[in-house]
């Protein structure tokens, strides 16, 4: 089994929708979640942390459920520029050190 | 002003051949880590320096050398260049837990013909 595992997708969603990514994760013992967005053929950059008792930032929102070990991330009213690959990130048992899933690829159209 | 930099952008060669990649980061991070993404956009973590010290060296063969002359540096030189070496490398940095944000350079894509 995969350390954390994501469906690769492609999502094709049209603008305006909301859509919802999962992943999940097999260490029990990971303290730290988050979600980066890796544009085509660029870095992965940070999108947000994902808190214990959920978070939102604008039209994102992050949930984590520790007792199933899912994390999830829903993006409301999707824009054009919200294409890109989401990829789910946990912190291995030293907590030093970052796990990361393939990543989700998103294509939102017109 | 570029965070994290790292030439390279592109790297074309042939197997057999040595090979160094350069990152430089001005953010004051003591941490800095190479990652491999290959053509199955796997992020895997290679290295991870912290104050010029190596803290964590993955199972990557020894044809990979990290050297970090100082905080703000980390380079990357791999000999004897495989086929199997082609993937983009990522230079990335943090504060030093892997549980604050890292920050990446925009990647080296190295092709071994």
């Known amino acids: 089994r995969k350390e954390v595992e994501q469906d690769p997708g492609p999502f094709n969603v049209p603008e305006g929708a909301t859509v919802a990514f999962n992943c999940t994760y097999s260490?029990?013992?990971?303290?730290?979640f988050f979600w980066y967005r890796q544009d085509c053929r660029k870095e992965p950059k940070l999108l947000m942390s994902?808190?214990?008792?959920?978070n939102e930032d604008g039209r994102f929102t992050a949930q984590l459920n520790r007792a199933s070990q899912y994390i999830s991330l829903l993006i409301r009213d999707s824009k054009l520029s919200d294409s890109a690959t989401y990829l789910c990130v946990v912190t291995s048992d030293s907590n030093y050190q970052l796990i990361w899933g393939a990543g989700t690829k998103l294509i939102i159209k017109p | 002003d570029t965070a994290v930099s790292q030439t390279p952008k592109y790297l074309v060669t042939q197997m057999g051949n040595d090979k160094s990649i350069k990152c430089e980061q001005n953010?004051?991070?003591?941490?800095m880590y190479w990652y491999k993404q290959d053509s199955k956009k796997f992020l895997k973590i290679m290295f991870s320096?912290?104050?010029?010290?190596?803290?964590i060296n993955e199972t990557v063969p020894n044809r990979f050398s990290p050297k970090s002359p100082d905080k703000a540096h980390l380079n990357l030189h791999i000999n004897s260049l495989e086929l199997g070496d082609s993937a983009v490398y990522f230079c990335?940095?943090?504060?030093?837990?892997?549980?604050?944000?890292?920050?990446f350079g925009p990647g080296t894509r190295l092709t071994v013909l």
């Open positions: 990335a940095t943090g504060s030093g837990s892997g549980a604050d944000t890292q920050y």
């Open positions: 994902v808190y214990s008792s959920g």
């Open positions: 260490n029990s013992a990971s303290q730290s």
């Open positions: 320096y912290n104050n010029k010290e190596l803290i």
């Open positions: 953010l004051g991070h003591d941490t």
